[in-house]
């Protein structure tokens, strides 16, 4: 739900990625996870989409997501598709996935 919450009150890529790479990459709890990997601008945002895993904003986002991923017919969680394909690489490390996936002409290091 935390990933939902940040996705939804940082609506640059760029930030809610640097959100989710940074709680994924941490042991914290939810609360310090908004601390440690939220813009200042997104915290209190976050904080009550949050709830301490009860706000009902949060509940929202998780139902529309699941909605939104019923089609997929998945297994488990996390499931990520990734180009159209289901991705057990991007299951374990996402952003490696990403990376090697991208086609650009500048190709990022994971």
């Known amino acids: 739900m935390i990933e939902a ?14 959100f989710v790479f940074c709680a994924e990459g941490s042991s914290a709890g939810p609360e310090q996870l908004i601390t440690k990997c ?15 895993g009860k706000g009902a904003e949060g509940k929202a986002l998780i139902a529309k997501a699941g909605a939104a991923t019923a ?6 969680t996390p ?20 990376c090697d996936a991208y086609t650009g002409a500048a190709k990022p290091a994971a």
């Open 79 to 98: 499931w990520v598709d990734l180009d159209g394909k289901h991705s057990q690489a991007a299951e374990q490390n996402l952003e490696k996935a990403i």
């Open 5 to 18: 919450c940040a996705i939804k009150h940082l609506p640059d890529p760029k930030d809610y990625m640097d």
């Open 38 to 52: 939220a813009t200042a601008s997104a915290k209190s945002d976050i904080e009550t989409c949050y709830g301490k």
């Open 71 to 76: 089609k997929l017919n998945h297994e488990y």
